[in-house]
DNA sequence: ACTAGCGTCATACGCGCGTTTGACGCTCAT
DNA sequence: ATGAGCGTCAAACGCGCGTATGACGCTAGT
């Protein structure tokens, strides 16, 4: 039965893997080495092209391991809503998408450190994650997509695009911030702060940037004075006298 | 006088930095390296330790050459504002951070692709970047941290930290989209966005999420009942029976 | 005319990288 | 008992990296 062996090789793979992850998370995908992951899992270098055939791979592996499900449970909580035949409004989308994640993050089994992962994978700018997103997850972004769409007609579909770029990756970026823990921590003030609340501020952050309308004269109007500032204050420089420079006339007053 | 050969040199200086400034825009810290510049900009691989003394000290030039003067004309745009007297709201200080890198991008003085430099300035994860942001503009970024906190007064400060973490990812990963250009052609349809529209539409789509009050009751509800919702699918594959599981009921109607 | 010094050049050094190789035990079916 | 095959190991390969070195041409002051 070749147990022993048999045994051994999986505990390496094991170990090799969360060595990866552990070191992935911390440094990214550039700067990270393969000597670094076998020195921290205790295994000979060649380990890793043995059992995986390269680094690549290897990563490839924990990356499917980790993110297959949570996508899929994304997947099939957006289709249990979409299926009652109601509309899923903005913040019940952006739930669809949190939800899952938050909860897998408290699942030991979906690994240590699950959402600082995550942030990692979303906001890395390696072009082997890229790839690997694209490749694997595009249609669960565009059945997102499409939803969103849905959910805000009265938003053109590229400024739609736009939005949702810009709100993923604040998102990623702030699950990827190493002392996350710590601004969490500051935010509850020591009362501690249950999944649900935690979930449904940062679907207030989010939510807002997705539905705003588009800009509002007055928002116009204080760039538009702040451009007419900037502008004497640098010719303040090169001609004192009164500017009657730009092509439209506004005071500077802030 | 030396002319040619101090012309030469000072050639030679600026055809580094330039190459520099192209490749760190295309590829970000890592992924750039002195044998690229070297041969994009047509020189010898020496001449940059020659010139510069290092590597990074290049890059620190480059840097300091692009970034001191805009965030001398944000720190003065927001002396100039505060000294009406008059507290500057929330879109304005938006405003002020917009305002200056957009003019500045549309120098041709200021580089060539100044907004996607910036971009990629403000998202790229090597320490070397980092660290020099933090080193030469903390205080600035602490001058509008407080201007923050007094437009906010209802934003505790904790999650003011959150909150202007979370724009400001938004914003950097949003400029360092390589596709920018097509994002904001699409977003025209033909008919080109002036300046000023464009920025009161970031401003637009970042200040909510820095007004937006703290989770409301029906979102905490949205979200709950998602939670709800997924526990129920999983243990579908678990326990067949009506899940009475949780400690709280609410059905699960999308 | 001579030479000091500057800018450029080819070249090499040491390092860390991902990958490959071949030998060495050990298990287990024959 | 034997030998095939698996998992591990130290060692090496080739490559690209940042940096350092010394020679070479040219300019310009003496």
């Not at 552990?22 to 921290?40: K, P, V």
């Not at 592996?61 to 997947?75: A, F, G, P, T, V």
């Not at 702030?174 to 999944?195: H, N």
């Not at 449904?200 to 952050?205: P, S, T």
Request: aromatic letters at 6%; charged letters at 20%.
């Amino acid at each position: 039965m070749r147990t022993t062996g048999g045994n051994q090789a999986a505990e390496t793979r094991r170990r090799l893997l969360d060595s990866a992850e552990h070191l992935f998370i911390e440094r990214g995908y550039e700067g990270l080495s393969m000597r670094q992951i076998t020195a921290h899992a205790g295994t000979n270098l060649a380990a890793v092209n043995y059992h995986f055939g390269s680094k690549d791979a290897m990563l490839r592996e924990l990356l499917s391991q980790r993110l297959d499900r949570l996508n899929e449970e994304r997947l099939q909580l957006l289709d249990a809503c979409e299926a009652t035949g109601q509309i899923p409004d903005c913040e019940t989308i952006l739930g669809i998408l949190f939800v899952p994640a938050m909860q897998l993050g408290r699942d030991p089994a979906a690994g240590p450190a699950f959402l600082r992962l995550l942030g990692r994978v979303y906001s890395d700018a390696s072009p082997f994650i890229r790839d690997h997103l694209q490749q694997h997850y595009r249609p669960i972004f565009g059945r997102f997509f499409d939803a969103f769409a849905r959910a805000l007609p009265h938003v053109p579909r590229s400024e739609l695009g736009l939005r949702l770029h810009f709100a993923l990756k604040s998102l990623s970026g702030v699950l990827a911030t190493d002392d996350m823990d710590e601004l969490v921590a500051e935010l509850s003030m020591g009362r501690p702060i249950p999944d649900t609340e935690l979930l449904a501020r940062l679907v207030a952050l989010v939510s807002p940037a997705l539905t705003a309308p588009l800009g509002t004269p007055a928002q116009v109007d204080k760039i538009h004075r702040l451009q007419q500032l900037r502008q004497s204050r640098i010719s303040e420089y090169q001609e004192p006298g009164p500017a009657h420079a730009g092509h439209s006339g506004a005071t500077s007053g802030a």
